[in-house]
């Protein structure tokens, strides 16, 4: 069973449960001479991504709160001293976690997507594209969060980050999702999956690929996938880690199209709901029931599209404007498509059999009392006018299903479609994966390659530090009247000798391909150098980020 890259090193806190506990009880439940453990199993995802979150504490790995409350009622009155003294940073460097000495920082995704929650989970959750900016500013402000991306659609929640440290990063992200939704950090928790640098990279560049969608191949996640790096150009937050992922993940799913037909067939939410229609309908009225659609954006065109090459030549559409419904009439012109306005909306759906929703509302658009009160459908129908909601948030209110005269369908319902064609979805899935593990190797690796800057930049720090220090010691000895000259020859010798002794490890630590060294043969030189000079016990870049962030929250707090 899989395990997500750098899970074994670095376990996945439960800090949500463990902060929210009083000091009494966090001194009690978690004595330093307990071992406490909790084993929460969340199975998600296909194939080889079902696999365990195990969540466990130690006293020694503890998050903050319960380390400073665990040592504030200790007898000893050193040991007491000693902890007050400290600042939650360094007890959280001195623990056996050791989250902040590491020498990169970490990839993650949270999220939600059609395979872990409900739809009436998702749409709370789901972030509209026009804040999208501002949430990535807001998960950047958190103290342990680097970099963010949001992918929100009718499927999924997606937030990547570039984390400082793992438990924290998530405890951070949950958090925020939850202030922003108003769904409870526990509710999420029970829905939400985690994944961590390579599983990450993976699952990004399958969804891109359209593998990881309810329909295999759909083609409107890789526009929405592009649409993250449009909205992401010159966003604080949208770095360079966050933006090379997504733009390989780009590269990714283009390739899958390209070189497989996972295309082939129902590729989108749009076609799959009007392969769903057509299945709910009478066989001899699917060409005589009279269709509306409302919303004309992304989703509504493809709706209208596939319904016209399904044989549906005339249907009324409903839209704030005309502009979009005129744009889409004059590119299907065989089809008789009439506009309606919103207002309008209600009086459409009287005269309608099948009605498709398919807006960006965050309210619903048809509720129960409005539907009751519509005329019945013609017996021919079954008597129940059919609902299609492909929208998250749901335009249609959930209890408008209990209406006899009514049967509602949503997202998540399209999986009787996809259930389709089985055999044929594997063979397609299987082409397209040996593409991906591909694409992971060479992001992987060429992310891997810049494991060394840390150490670069450590490592001329050190030399230089020693530089500095006797030349000062030097020059003092010579006294003040020596001349600037000399000062200066003095000063160049020294910088020519670092810069000689330093030249054949940074050769050894550079990855541009100029010596016949593999990425293992680099990291290992990089390891040796830790080790030989010591570097690890610098302050590492991650904790400088960190120091950083945390001084810049508290003057904008202040």
Known sequence: MAVASGFATSFAVD????????????????????????????LFGKGRRIKPLVYWTKSHSLSPRCEVASNSVVSNGEKESKASSLSALELLKT????????????????????????????????????????????????????????????????????????NRGIKEVTEWMSKFSGVPVTELCQHRFLLYNQDATQHLFEVAAGLDSLVLGEGQILAQVKQVVKNGQGVPGFGRKISELFKHAITAGKRVRTETNISSGSVSVSSAAVELALLKLPEYSSSTARVLVVGAGKMGKLVIKHLVAKGCKKMVVVNRTEDRVAAIREELKDAEIIYKPLSEMLSCAAQADVVFTCTASEAPLYVKESVQALPAV??????????????????????????????????????????????????????????????????????????????????RAYAERIRAAEVDKCLSKMGDDLPKNKKKAIYDLSLGIVNKLLHGPMQHLK???????????????????????????????????????IEQNQKQSS
């Open 95 to 166: 623990s056996a976690a050791d989250r902040y000495t590491k020498s990169s920082s970490s990839i993650m995704v949270i999220g939600l997507n059609i395979h872990t929650a409900p739809v009436e989970v998702r749409e709370k959750v789901s972030i509209p594209e026009a804040q999208w900016p501002q949430a990535i500013r807001e998960l950047c402000s958190l103290n342990h969060i680097e970099e963010a991306a949001v992918l929100s659609t009718c499927n999924r929640i997606e937030i990547y980050v570039v984390a400082l440290a793992q």
């Open 15 to 42: 800090s949500f449960r463990c902060d929210n506990l009083s000091s009494t009880s966090c001194s009690s439940s978690f004595s330093p001479s307990v071992d406490c453990f909790r084993h929460q199993v969340s």
């Open 378 to 459: 013609n017996s021919e129908f079954g008597g129940q006018r059919l609902f299609i909601d492909i929208s998250v948030p749901r335009n249609v209110e959930p209890c408008v299903s209990e209406l006899k005269g009514a049967c509602v369908y949503n997202v998540d319902n399209l999986k009787e479609v996809v259930e389709a064609n089985k055999e044929d979805r594997l063979r397609k899935k299987m082409e397209a994966q040996a593409i991906i593990d591909e694409e992971v190797k060479q992001f992987e690796a060429r992310k891997d390659s810049l494991e060394t800057v840390p150490t670069i930049k450590k490592l």
């Open 511 to 549: 990855c541009d391909g100029a010596e016949n060294r593999t990425l293992s043969e680099i990291l290992e030189n990089m390891h040796a150098l830790n080790r030989i000079f010591g570097l690890d016990t610098e302050i590492s870049v991650l904790e400088e980020k960190l120091r950083a962030k």
